[in-house]
């Protein structure tokens, strides 16, 4: 071999070099810095969303405690109270105590009394309910002891309230003692009929709710929640509940530097680990959200990619110093042409292949052209995951509605396993059953007005302890046999489902430690691990909908609530103003419903209620929404309905009722109110959702008086009520 073909040898390697090796570093350098800054984003924007989630379902629920306490200083029975009720200036008892016994008293004591006892009793957050007066006289629900001359007026929330009488106001959470709960008093002061202040009303609420969320709020995989009140006090803490009521410096000094200073993000060592963190101040209470996650948990991502960005990068050089050792002249159009393809996957082109000539050779140039398309394609995936995690967690932390959210999961579970049959369990909270949420190309599960009711003999709902503690302790993917076949380690459960549905593939859905349901699916996609990081945000995102949608709903009759109720009715009314359609308000209140609470029990009132419900759900349609406004009143909202066409709806729900036998000890009926928020010729709506609620009411009295069972809808043109029957 003469010099001159050695030289050339040489500038070819020397430009292959150049070409090839450097861009590949490069890229793989400007890779990795790109894969962690995107670890980084997804943390932050996923970590906001959730503490804006926590810090809104506070808002709504703190907002509502506010409402109650101007509605309980409102309240006339409240406002009658006088120097007539009791006062414990100078009480004295057994260890200097004296039990406080409203009950037992008579007159305007025992009225606020009876009144506070039902307000609690529907309301069970409330932990008590409390009013002083200018003189010293005091009652609270529940009864309790206390010591001897406690005078309200030196308490600090009397004084606080006094400072501002003409609103609510809110005192610091304090801890509400054996049993570490954290309490928050509201307080408004009472104002005379003449209009003076004549003393403070108090609600203090049980933030189990606080609690609830710090536990369960998903932040990354071991991350945790601190929540601390203006003063840097921490009144949550998921990870370390004695910190409760302790300084944030005392845990942290750092951290509590970063949070009194206003800054958005913060790291910080703990015992020898780095965490980041995001810092969040509530608008409404003043509270300050943290979400902390460890930094090394931000980096797997990251690092995973740029190992299998180094692993590929050695297998490049490799092949390249193999292919020096047969170089010659008739090499230099196509690896030239392999270079310029590189460098354009260096540059991000993914999308450009390498020929599939080149990679056909049998020489040394097939092989480096294999492994560059190898390159090329694992480049691709990994980014294209990225992207895909990216946009999965995007979506599925842009709603909180529950069954948008099961819709999200169902598709972005089929996508990434590339499945055609997807169902989504979900564990009740006794864990002892699981309920069909959402399914997809199973035969024999329909969706029946949003109800799935599967067949006990094929789809078992039940499951045993041991089965269900194992699923919870189970890899994250479980696999069965052959395509529809369940594994032989499978519990009876497990293989029922597997068998019935031919799904062979599950996936646990699992949230701090804790089994919150099952996705089976018959995945053709084999990245197991892609599949299951996927499903892990799928089991946070169901766990934060889950979280919300019983923050607005009602546990025994599974209505939303009055809160919920006004926000929606308040939207309706401004939508059809907007866009000139009609929107009409149901108001049904159960007959003789006291009877059967005192005649038969409230177990008996309970089942009434909750069939009812059922009933007035089965009888409107999916964009009507239900709620429950108080006790046995229900309200129904009926947008683009006008007032003739919300009387037919409601003479529907009557009709139903009282076809139904609910119990076997009465008949029950409804009596029902309609009204309709007319819109006037320049499109503002006509009357307000207070307004609204009224002529409502006014209709659903005009048909309990005019004998009850029946179907009161307004008037038209200032003619007569249309009653039915």
Request: glycine share 10%.
């Amino acid at each position: 071999m003469n010099s001159g073909y050695r030289s050339y040898r040489g500038k070819l390697l020397g430009f292959l070099f150049l070409a090839i090796l450097l861009p590949l570093l490069l890229f793989a350098l400007i890779s990795g810095h790109q894969a962690r800054t995107l670890s980084y984003g997804d943390f932050v924007r996923f970590t906001e969303g959730q503490l804006t989630a926590v810090d809104d379902n506070l808002a709504t629920f703190l907002k509502g405690v506010e409402e109650d306490a101007v509605q309980l200083a409102a309240d006339p029975t409240v406002r009658k109270a006088d120097a007539s009720i009791a006062s414990y200036l100078d009480a004295t008892g057994p260890d200097d105590t004296i039990l406080m016994t409203p009950s037992r008293a008579g007159g305007i004591e025992a009225e606020i009394f009876g009144l506070y006892q039902r307000f609690g009793q529907a309301h069970p957050q409330t932990a008590f309910l409390y009013l002083g007066l200018e003189n010293g006289s005091y009652v609270q629900w529940p009864e309790g002891k206390t010591k001897g001359h406690y005078d309200p007026r030196g308490r600090p929330w009397y004084r606080q309230a006094l400072a501002s009488p003409d609103r609510p106001t809110r005192t610091k959470a304090y801890d509400g003692g054996a049993a570490n709960k954290v309490i928050v008093s509201t307080v408004m002061a009472i104002r005379g009929h003449d209009g003076a202040v004549i003393g403070v009303q108090g609600v203090d609420v049980d933030l189990d709710l606080l609690t609830t969320l710090a536990e369960k709020a998903r932040v990354g995989r071991r991350g945790f929640l601190i929540i601390t009140e203006d003063d840097g006090t921490v009144i949550a803490h998921s990870r370390d509940p004695a910190c409760n009521f302790q300084p944030l410096r005392a845990w942290d000094p750092v951290l509590a530097q970063a949070v009194a200073s206003g800054a958005p993000f913060v790291q910080t060592m703990r015992d020898g680990v780095l965490y980041s963190g995001i810092i969040r101040t509530s608008p409404f209470s003043n509270w300050t959200f943290i979400g902390m996650v460890e930094d090394a948990e931000l980096r797997e991502s990251s690092a995973i990619l740029g190992t299998h960005l180094v692993v590929t990068f050695l297998v490049v050089g490799l092949v390249f110093l193999l292919l020096s050792a047969g170089l010659t002249r008739t090499f230099s159009r196509p690896i030239f042409l392999l270079i310029d393809r590189l460098q354009e996957i260096g540059n991000g082109r993914f999308d450009v292949d390498i020929p599939a000539d080149l990679r056909a050779r049998p020489d040394e140039l097939g092989i480096l052209a294999r492994a560059g398309e190898a390159l090329r394609a694992n480049l691709s995936d990994q980014i294209g995951k990225l992207e895909t995690l990216n946009q999965a967690a995007r979506l599925l932390v842009s709603t909180l509605d529950w069954q948008q959210t099961l819709e999200y999961s169902a598709n972005i579970i089929m996508a990434v396993a590339h499945a055609e049959r997807v169902v989504i369990l979900l564990a009740e909270r006794d864990e002892s059953r699981f309920e069909v949420a959402i399914a997809r190309g199973i035969e024999g599960l329909t969706e029946v007005a949003g109800k799935y009711a599967p067949a006990a003999d094929r789809f078992p709902l039940a499951i045993g302890f041991s089965e269900f503690e194992r699923l919870r302790h189970a890899p994250s993917v479980l696999k069965g046999g052959a395509a529809g076949e369940p594994g032989p380690d499978d519990g009876p459960f497990l293989r029922a489902w597997q068998a019935a549905t031919g799904c062979p593939t599950a996936l646990p859905l699992q949230v701090k430690n804790r089994l919150i349901g099952l996705i089976l699916l018959d995945a053709r996609n084999e990245d197991a691990e892609f599949v299951t990081t996927v499903a892990r945000q799928v089991a946070s995102s169901l766990e934060n909908s889950r979280l919300f949608h019983d923050a607005i709903t009602d546990g025994l009759t599974g209505l939303f609530l009055h809160r919920y109720f006004q926000m929606q009715l308040a939207r309706e009314i401004k939508r059809s103003a907007r866009y000139g359609s009609a929107v009409s308000l149901l108001m049904i209140d159960i007959d003789h419903f006291k009877r059967f609470n005192d005649t038969w029990g409230h177990q008996t009132g309970d089942r009434v209620l909750r069939g009812v419900a059922r009933t007035v759900v089965k009888s409107i349609r999916e964009v009507d929404l239900a709620c429950r406004y108080g006790g046995e009143e229900l309200a129904v909202i009926l947008p683009e309905t006008n007032l003739r066409q919300a009387g037919i709806v409601g003479e529907k729900i009557r009709r139903a009722v009282e076809r139904e036998s609910y119990v076997a000890e009465a008949q029950v009926t409804v009596s029902i109110g309609a009204a309709e928020a007319a819109v006037t010729a320049a499109g503002a709506a006509g009357v307000s959702g207070e307004e609204l609620i009224r002529a409502a009411d006014q209709c659903l009295y005009k048909a309990k008086e005019s004998g009850r069972n029946r179907v009161v809808a307004g008037q038209e043109e200032g003619g007569p009520p249309v009653v039915a029957p």
